[in-house]
T-cell receptor
């Protein structure tokens, strides 16, 4: 079985400050890891993913996440946030043994204040 | 490409009423999913269809039924709605069952059961 824990339910920050949203996973097999973003009253959009290869993955809007196998983590970071980054962020995991099923974390609400 | 579309966007039901949520995708994906989203609980899988002609239970299937009408369409039915089914429902699709799983989400249906 696989599981995901997002360690912070809410993260308030000021504009232009750095941010880290934490995600830990549990799985007995190799995993694929994802971060999704949900803007208010919208569906989820894929932000970035780790499938294999380089452990540092980046999105087009400045977010990055690092896969750390020893710590079973996939934390999301951004060096300088904007008001428009205010959204809920979901970490998710899948594996070959889970078939086509994703397991989501509980979500982290990022609020960027002016 | 419209991606994943869902109807209706909003619905209010009385306890005991029935309804069907519709989902369609135009990306020629094999797999489709129904999730519910509740505050602090992330997304929980209700049912999924790994390929046309197959459906399987997810984490929270009780009180729901599904139909994979064809490759494009996957509907979710509530036979006798209960207040506990008040939630936001998301449909998603992905490319290949059993492989890594980049899911594409619809905009959601907000359901209130009185």
């Amino acid at each position: 079985a696989q599981s995901v824990t997002q360690l912070d339910s809410q993260v308030p920050v000021f504009e232009e400050a750095p941010v880290e949203l934490r995600c830990n996973y549990s799985s007995s097999v190799s995993v694929y890891l994802f971060w999704y973003v949900q803007y208010p009253n919208q569906g989820l959009q894929l932000l970035l993913k780790y499938l294999s290869g380089s452990t540092l993955v980046e999105s087009i809007n400045g977010f990055e996440a690092e896969f750390n196998k020893s710590q079973t983590s996939f934390h999301l970071r951004k060096p300088s946030v904007h008001i428009s980054d205010t959204a809920e962020y979901f970490c998710a995991v899948s594996s070959l043994t889970s078939g086509s099923r994703l397991t989501f974390g509980e979500g982290t609400q990022l609020t960027v204040n002016p | 490409n419209a991606g994943v579309t869902q109807t209706p966007k909003f619905q209010v039901l009385k306890t005991g009423q029935s309804m069907t949520l519709q989902c369609a995708q135009d990306m020629n994906h094999n797999s489709m999913y129904w999730y519910r989203q509740d505050p602090g609980m992330g997304l929980r899988l209700i049912y999924y269809s790994a390929s046309e002609g197959t459906t399987d239970k997810g984490e929270v299937p009780n009180g729901y039924n599904v139909s994979r009408l064809n490759k494009r369409e996957f509907s979710l039915r509530l036979e006798s709605a209960a207040p506990s089914q008040t939630s936001v429902y998301f449909c998603a699709s992905s490319e290949i069952a059993g492989n890594y799983n980049e899911q594409f989400f619809g905009p959601g249906t907000r359901l209130t059961v009185l």
